[in-house]
T-cell receptor
Framework: GNSVTQMEGPVTLSEEAFLTINCTYT??????LFWYVQYPGEGLQLLLK?????DKGSNKGFEATYRKETTSFHLEKGSVQVSDSAVYFC????????????FGKGTRLSVIA | GAVVSQHPSRVICKSGTSVKIECRSL??????MFWYRQFPKQSLMLMAT?????????EQGVEKDKFLINHASLTLSTLTVTSAHPEDSSFYIC????????????FGPGTRLTVL
C-alpha cells in the first residue's frame, strides 16, 4: 500500500540556518505529493505541492522537488525564522480529490533566536 | 481558495455525554469528506470517509457506533462522538476534496475535544 516516511524530530535550529526535512514515499503509479504545516494549536495548512515527477513546489521560502527516481520529496528552506516553528507533515495521494491523504508522522521544528 | 470550516473549535464535556462536530465546505460542494483524529504530538489518523447521501466508510479499528457520521448535504458532514470518555479527548480534523482542482484537499481548522 501507499506510505510516507519522514525524518523524526524534533529538529532544533538557530535562526537563519538551513533546513532539510527528508520525506520518502512508497506508492504505485504517480501520486501527488504535499507538505502541510501545523502551527501550535491550529489545524493543517497546505504549504506546497507537486503533482508530477520533477515538479518543484515552493511557498514562503520553502521548496521541495518531486524525485521519482529516489521516491523522495524533501523539504528545504535556506534561512529559517522563529515563525517557522511548527510541525511539518509530508503526504501523498492519488488521482481525484475524493481519496484521503496518507500522512507521514510529522516532524516538529523549533527555531531559536 | 476553498474554505472548510469546523464548529465548534473547542469543546469540553463530561464523560458520558455526546458531542457533535460540524464540518462545512463554505464555497464549494464536496461529495466526499474525511475525518481524521490527531493525538498529541502524533500524526493524523484517518477515521472515516463520509459520502454524501450514503453510509460512511470507517477505517479498521474505528467504532462506527461510537463515532457517528452523517453527510446530509454536499456542504455539511457531522461527526458525533457518542457517550464520550476521557480517552476520546483528541483533535478532530475534517477535510474535503474539490473535484478538478489538481487533487488538492482542504482542511478544516480542527476541533479540540476534551472529555472530563
Amino acid at each position: 500500500g501507499n506510505s510516507v516516511t519522514q525524518m523524526e524530530g524534533p529538529v532544533t535550529l538557530s535562526e537563519e540556518a538551513f533546513l532539510t526535512i527528508n520525506c520518502t514515499y512508497t506508492a504505485t503509479g504517480y501520486p501527488s505529493l504535499f507538505w502541510y504545516v501545523q502551527y501550535p494549536g491550529e489545524g493543517l495548512q497546505l504549504l506546497l505541492k507537486a503533482t508530477k515527477a520533477d515538479d518543484k513546489g515552493s511557498n514562503k521560502g520553502f521548496e521541495a522537488t518531486y524525485r521519482k527516481e529516489t521516491t523522495s520529496f524533501h523539504l528545504e528552506k535556506g534561512s529559517v525564522q522563529v515563525s517557522d516553528s511548527a510541525v511539518y507533515f509530508c503526504a501523498l495521494f492519488h488521482l481525484s480529490g475524493n481519496t484521503p491523504l496518507v500522512f507521514g508522522k510529522g516532524t516538529r521544528l523549533s527555531v531559536i533566536a | 481558495g476553498a474554505v472548510v470550516s469546523q464548529h465548534p473549535s473547542r469543546v469540553i464535556c463530561k464523560s458520558g455525554t455526546s458531542v457533535k462536530i460540524e464540518c462545512r465546505s463554505l464555497d464549494f460542494q464536496a461529495t466526499t469528506m474525511f475525518w481524521y483524529r490527531q493525538f498529541p504530538k502524533q500524526s493524523l489518523m484517518l477515521m472515516a470517509t463520509s459520502n454524501e447521501g450514503s453510509k460512511a466508510t470507517y477505517e479498521q479499528g474505528v467504532e462506527k457506533d461510537k463515532f457517528l457520521i452523517n453527510h446530509a448535504s454536499l456542504t455539511l458532514s457531522t461527526l458525533t462522538v457518542t457517550s464520550a470518555h476521557p480517552e476520546d479527548s483528541s483533535f478532530y480534523i475534517c477535510s474535503a476534496g474539490r473535484s478538478g482542482r489538481n487533487n488538492e484537499q482542504f482542511f478544516g481548522p480542527g476541533t479540540r475535544l476534551t472529555v472530563l
